[in-house]
């Protein structure tokens, strides 16, 4: 029987995907639920799976955009018995079936491998530059050590360099070479495609300004170094930086609703609950999973939320309606080692918040000068319907948090104001 293999639909709003890649060959054998292909659409990449086993014809190219619920593969059923079992671990192999497999096996010749065998899964290697490898005898490491891509021209440039001599000083590393003018061209996934429509939209259609503050990261660095090892036996997560900030957000925004609401035509959207979008770079791209209803977790919660979501991002495994729905963003390019950045509005959002590397600085504390790792914060928001007050006063209440994270658990009031009844 033939099993026709459709497109799957990524979203109600998405017509058309592109086929990314194909996991497997054409006239491959494959088990059932197997992933056949990548489905890129311009919101996540989805696989294709196997609804049956057996033998699979491609129809569509890899790289070609295709109709959801249009056929992009079929599998002829009558080869269901070949197709590979996954074993479960847990069967023991026998003397004989070990033997049976050995015989199966092509004979392996007894010669040591040579520069072209498996070398190639070290880098990412260009067919120009692969063949370019063969031709010379050379191999990665010859090349260039570290590379994650390699191209003709770093091979050109390790056929021309001089043979190492350790007599000779280290300065010889830098000797002038041959430049390339090479140019390698790759086509714009739709991902790409519709994230530079949508970052384009965001500054042609919003009055989109910063604004910008300071947190001294003491505190908060303090109670992770005495707090982390017991936070990981009790919750089975390790405590970042992350949770604080998503934490402290969600508590600000209470203080300043403005800031997690929204236009919606002629009117001013203002969601009672907080889901905080948390951009995450993938191989793919940029992708914006949601934790949802941030006002009733705890840090905890936020950690192994974000965790699962982030994994799922990078894996390329997170679905639509994982990333739907955000009120407000926050994004961290102090991973990347960003020191300060305005970053862009998730729309429909009106509001996002950036964070940037800690770096020990000189600030005056209690008027002496004192070294104190320090983070600047960004908020970009849209000013149509943000004002200054609500932004301005949005950073210094997290700011306050950070500071001093007891007010984390008092709402973002100051405690002792609290016992007074101010």
């Keep these: 029987m033939i099993?026709?293999?459709?497109?799957?639909?990524?979203?109600?709003?998405i017509s058309e995907v592109e086929l990314a890649s194909w996991l497997v060959s054409d006239g491959d054998i494959v088990a059932k639920d197997q992933e056949l292909a990548e489905i890129e659409s311009d919101k996540a990449t989805l696989a294709l799976l196997a609804s049956e086993a057996g033998k699979v014809k491609i129809?569509?190219?890899?790289?070609?955009?295709?109709?959801?619920?249009?056929?992009?593969?079929?599998?002829?059923?009558?080869?269901a018995g070949e197709a590979p079992s996954a074993p479960s671990g847990d069967e023991p192999?026998?003397?004989?079936?070990?033997?049976?497999?050995?015989?199966?096996?092509?004979?392996?010749?007894?010669?040591?491998?040579?520069?072209?065998?498996?070398?190639?899964?070290?880098?990412?290697?260009?067919?120009?530059a692969k063949k370019m490898m063969e031709e010379a005898n050379l191999s990665v490491d010859d090349v260039i050590n570290g590379l994650k891509r390699i191209s003709s021209k770093e091979v050109e440039l390790a056929k021309n360099a001089p043979i190492a001599d350790s007599s000779k000083s280290t300065s010889?590393?830098?000797?002038?070479?041959?430049?390339?003018r090479e140019m390698e061209r790759q086509k714009m996934t739709n991902l790409r495609k519709k994230l530079s429509q949508r970052l384009v939209a965001v500054?042609?259609?919003?009055?989109?300004?910063?604004?910008f503050n300071e947190v001294d990261m003491s505190a908060?660095?303090?109670?992770?170094?005495?707090?982390?090892?017991?936070?990981?036996?009790?919750?089975?997560v390790k405590l970042g930086f992350m949770s604080f900030f998503i934490k402290a957000a969600s508590l600000a925004l209470k203080h300043h609703p403005m800031v997690n609401a929204m236009i919606d035509g002629d009117e001013i959207v203002m969601p009672e609950y907080h889901d905080v979008s948390v951009a995450v770079q993938t191989p793919k791209g940029l992708m914006v999973p949601v934790i949802r209803n941030v006002e009733t977790l705890q840090l905890h919660n936020v950690e192994s939320t974000l965790k699962n979501l982030a994994e799922k991002a990078r894996k390329g495994k997170i679905s639509i309606e994982e990333m739907n729905g955000g009120t407000f963003t926050v994004t961290n390019g102090g991973v990347f080692g960003s020191m300060?950045?305005?970053?862009?509005?998730?729309?429909?959002?009106?509001?996002?918040?950036?964070m940037h590397n800690i770096v020990e600085r000189p600030v005056a504390v209690n008027g002496k000068v004192e070294i104190r790792p320090i983070?600047?914060?960004?908020?970009?928001?849209?000013?149509?319907?943000?004002?200054?007050?609500d932004s301005v006063g949005f950073l210094v209440k997290v700011k306050e948090m950070l500071e001093d994270p007891a007010k984390l658990l008092q709402g973002g009031y100051n405690p002792e104001e609290q016992v007074l009844g101010f």
Excluded: W
Excluded at 59 to 66: D, F, I
Excluded at 220 to 235: E, G, P, S, W
Excluded at 340 to 354: E, R
């Design 375 to 389: 983070m600047y914060l960004a908020l970009s928001y849209d000013h149509r319907i943000i004002d200054g007050k």
């Design 172 to 180: 010889s590393a830098f000797i002038a070479r041959e430049t390339s």
């Design 59 to 79: 129809l569509v190219e890899a790289g070609e955009t295709v109709a959801v619920d249009s056929v992009a593969c079929s599998i002829d059923t009558e080869f």
């Design 203 to 211: 500054k042609n259609e919003t009055a989109m300004l910063t604004t």
């Design 93 to 128: 192999v026998s003397e004989e079936q070990k033997e049976e497999t050995q015989k199966k096996e092509p004979a392996k010749e007894n010669t040591a491998p040579t520069k072209t065998s498996t070398q190639y899964d070290k880098a990412k290697v260009s067919p120009l």
């Design 220 to 236: 908060v660095m303090a109670l992770r170094k005495k707090y982390q090892n017991k936070f990981i036996d009790t919750h089975g």
């Design 3 to 13: 099993v026709e293999i459709k497109v799957p639909t990524p979203g109600e709003s």
């Design 340 to 354: 300060l950045s305005t970053p862009i509005i998730n729309p429909p959002q009106s509001a996002i918040m950036g």
